[in-house]
């Protein structure tokens, strides 16, 4: 058979995972879908990932694309890695795609959600940020304002990340509490890019805006000083979540 491109779509549970890539003596997502696909293939793949989270970050809607000339349908492929995967990372859908396909050059958008917690809990300390302090959501949600449109995000961008350029197009930011997990509040951004750590600065920076420490308007400022010095601390990596990848 011809080779062929299959489409995958992925969860991972990322606490226990350094990131996406592989690398080196450590466990990653890219490599343990490898081993999978190569136990089955019976040789060695590579495999295409959409984003690369970093190590503690999970996913809902990861997106890899893979070359082979495996000749079962893509739903059985989907089947087999799932049997072979660990418990903490699946296949959630399998899919022939055009041989042009590119899981990461052409997405044209990437959306990513936050979770912060106001209370402790066993259930989530590992899928959430605990914040202890009160936040002040309206000000908050003003802060968040400056940051639809096309901007420089240097500010929010982790040192050493040094990428062609560091402008991003947000096409949508919001804010909300959701009364069903104790008043959890959930950060969602979408983007046509985003740069190493620009979520989660963003966060960080922002529940200083909810603690008071920082006004909507020195938000802003932030933004403009395109310094990553100038901006807030990065919030930890367990509460974020890529969840979706989207390609028209």
């Known amino acids: 058979m011809h080779d062929r491109n299959l489409k995958f779509t992925l969860e991972y549970d990322g606490t226990d995972f350094s ?18 696909l190569a136990d089955l293939v019976g040789e060695a793949v590579r ?4 984003g690369r989270t970093d190590a503690g970050v999970h996913a809902l809607g990861q997106v890899a694309s893979v070359t082979t000339s495996l000749a079962l349908p893509a739903e059985k492929v989907g089947h087999a890695l799932n049997a072979r995967l660990p418990g903490d990372v699946r296949i959630v859908k399998a899919i022939d795609v055009p041989e042009s396909f590119h899981a990461r050059f052409d997405a044209v958008s990437r959306s990513y959600f936050y979770l912060i917690g106001g209370a402790a809990s066993p259930i989530w300390r590992r899928n959430c940020w605990f914040v202890s302090a009160p936040l002040a959501e309206a000000a908050m949600r003003d802060a968040l304002a400056v940051l639809e449109g096309e901007h420089d995000f240097s500010s929010f961008c982790l040192v050493g990340s ?6 991003c197009r947000v096409a949508g930011i919001s804010l909300e509490c959701d009364v069903s997990f104790g008043g959890m509040v959930t950060l969602r951004i979408v983007a046509n890019r985003f740069l190493r750590g620009m979520v989660r600065s963003i966060v960080g920076t922002l529940v200083e805006v909810g603690r008071g420490k920082i006004t909507p308007g020195e938000f802003e400022t932030i933004l403009a000083a395109r310094d990553r010095g ?14 979706e990848v989207r390609y028209d």
């Open 19 to 36: 990131g996406w890539q592989v690398q080196p003596e450590v466990r990653t997502v890219q490599g343990v879908l490898e081993d999978a």
């Open 47 to 50: 495999v295409t990932g959409a």
């Open 162 to 167: 040094e990428p062609d350029h560091h402008r």
């Open 230 to 243: 100038a901006a807030g601390p990065t919030a930890p990596p367990h509460g974020l979540y890529l969840e």
